[in-house]
């Protein structure tokens, strides 16, 4: 079937659903967007929770909103947790594979059903519905109108993994439209669901991008507690944050309640552990992420492959553009494409110090994503002497760099606070978690960035952080690898792998209880408690 003529069947009542009984609902999917594995699985899941719900003390009304077919899968498991643990659970779905794409409706349609199909077997423990079955609001208000514009942006930026969305080329043109046409009915369709069945608490993915990023704004519009969540590169864990995105990484009530507290002699090696892990290009805890492409040279070593000399060194540690953590993170700058840009071209004048720009190695796992190599080149198309790039794949190892630089450079990169950790000065230029912790320079505007530069430049050793400075970056850096992260059994990406580890049953257990209880609770909007 072309896709114009499924486009035409969409729009013919039934059509969709007749081929679905005839035809499609048996027989092996080639879509992308393939719950089977999950449909099968679910029968016996479902048959283990039962027992633990009909014992358990009343919980929460909860509206867990998923997208796409991964989210879509992990969700149903960590719904039947919560609905284990005595929560009513709504597991609301929007059954899309391709967020950049426009799919036909027949497509579309039998999408759902699929949808349907598979999360049928929840029903006895936890209601499912379609947002492309929601009948949506007429209206929207203006706040979140503005918030549909902001995060289309943010998705167009996400998807073309670039910083510059050119409204008068008529490919990115389509695509901001798109979000705005998903995002839009996203909006419409929670805000009539939300209103009418008045959830205690809304758990969403990620909250920051594409429709869930927009069903955490509605939520919050109502005054609807909302509770996201995302992954670190550590097995066992995860990342959550109440009434704001996840992937803001806001953090002011870790440091309210956890920093003042003393750093242990064992804590200490333990954050020295995971940062000689980083140096020596070695994984770490329950991660196969490699941090680092090659491990430490030595700072001596490292100079002279730089061919640096005695001057002052300057590090401007990059991130990945389009990465979600880096979105509507600007302060002074109207992106990192011109913060780069001016700063480059700033220190093209500056002769009197080196500066080193460390391309961020992630830059290896998104080859489409625009590299702040290509950045750096269109500002400087010759390059100074004193100024170099170190590519994603080039053989430096970025904790030499670190103990070479005199001054650091940031926008959100942790790279920012281990520099500060190692007692350098460390000017951050972007809304980044450890900003306005006193351990940073914060300028707010041009002015102040630019005065801030000539100011430390002309006197480095007075910038140097302090013992108290040093020690706070160190209980800050504990915190955040090893606080912040809760525990919790199932990453994404690798959700049937953590499954065989983790099945429903051991979750459930004394053992599972003892270990993400906590979790369980903080995800559906109990307060923050730390053992």
């Known amino acids: ?19 679905w009984m005839l035809r499609s609902k048996n027989r092996a999917r080639k879509d992308h967007y393939n719950l089977t594995r999950l449909q099968k699985s679910l029968p016996a899941a479902v048959e283990v929770v039962k027992p633990y719900a009909k014992n358990a003390p009343k919980g929460k009304k909860v509206l867990f909103f998923a997208t796409l077919h991964y989210w879509v899968e992990q969700s149903a498991y960590l719904g039947l947790v919560l609905a284990g643990m005595g929560h009513d659970v709504t597991l609301l779905t929007l059954p ?15 999408r759902v059903l699929h949808t349907k199909d598979a999360l049928a077997p929840l029903s006895p423990l936890i209601r499912h519905a379609s947002m492309l079955d929601l009948k949506p609001v007429i209206n929207l208000p203006e706040r979140i109108q503005a918030d549909i514009k902001e995060i289309s942006l943010w998705d167009s930026q996400y998807t073309l993994m ?72 550590q097995r066992e864990q995860i990342w959550l944050a109440q009434n704001s995105s996840i992937m803001r990484q806001e953090t002011d009530y870790l440091v309210e309640a956890r920093c003042g507290l003393p750093v242990t002699d064992a804590m200490f090696e333990r954050v020295a552990d995971l940062e000689n892990a980083r140096r020596g290009a070695r994984v770490w805890g329950k991660s196969k992420r490699l941090w680092q492409y090659v491990s430490s040279q030595g700072a001596d070593e490292t100079r002279k492959m730089l061919n640096l000399d005695d001057r002052p060194v300057v590090m401007l540690a990059a991130n990945v553009l389009g990465d979600s953590l880096t979105l509507g993170r600007d302060i002074f700058a109207s992106s990192m494409t011109e913060w780069i840009t001016k700063t480059v071209q700033y220190f093209a004048r500056r002769t009197d110090v080196q500066l080193v720009i460390r391309v961020h190695p992630g830059e290896k796992l998104v080859p489409q994503a625009k590299s702040m190599g290509t950045v750096v080149k269109e500002a400087l198309p010759v390059l100074p002497n004193h100024i170099h790039v170190i590519g994603a794949l080039d053989k430096i190892n970025t904790y030499d760099l670190i103990e070479i630089a005199d001054v650091g450079l940031a926008y959100t990169t942790t790279v920012g606070l281990e520099t500060a950790m190692n007692g350098r000065p460390v000017i951050s230029c972007g809304q980044t978690h ?34 108290k400075q040093i020690e706070f970056a160190w209980n800050y850096a504990y915190r955040f690898f090893f606080e912040y992260p809760r525990p919790f059994p199932w990453r994404l990406m690798n959700f049937w792998d953590d499954l065989d580890v983790w099945p429903l049953e051991r979750v459930l257990s004394d053992e ?8 369980f609770g903080f995800l559906v909007g109990e307060p923050f408690t730390w053992r």
Do not use: C
């Not at 707010?444 to 960035?449: L, P, V």
């Open 162 to 233: 670039r910083e510059e969305v050119d409204m008068n080329d008529p490919s990115d043109r389509a695509l901001y439209d798109l979000r705005i046409q998903r995002n839009t009915f996203a909006a419409k369709a929670a805000l009539e669901w939300m209103q009418t069945n008045k959830p205690d608490v809304v758990l969403i993915p990620n909250g920051l991008i594409l429709e869930m990023g927009i069903v955490f704004r509605v939520a919050r519009h109502l005054g609807i507690d909302a509770v996201t969540y995302e992954f670190n590169d």
């Open 96 to 110: 899309y594979s391709e967020w950049h794409k426009e799919k036909d409706k027949f497509s579309q349609r039998q």
């Open 434 to 467: 450890y900003r306005g912790r006193g351990i940073t320079i914060d300028p707010n505007s041009w002015d102040e960035y630019y005065a801030t530069l000539e100011k430390v430049l002309s006197d480095i050793p007075a910038h140097q952080l302090n013992e």
């Open 1 to 19: 079937m072309t896709n114009s003529l499924r486009e035409l069947m969409g729009d013919l009542p039934f059509t969709a659903e007749i081929d």
């Open 512 to 519: 599972g209880m003892m270990q993400f209880k906590d979790t």
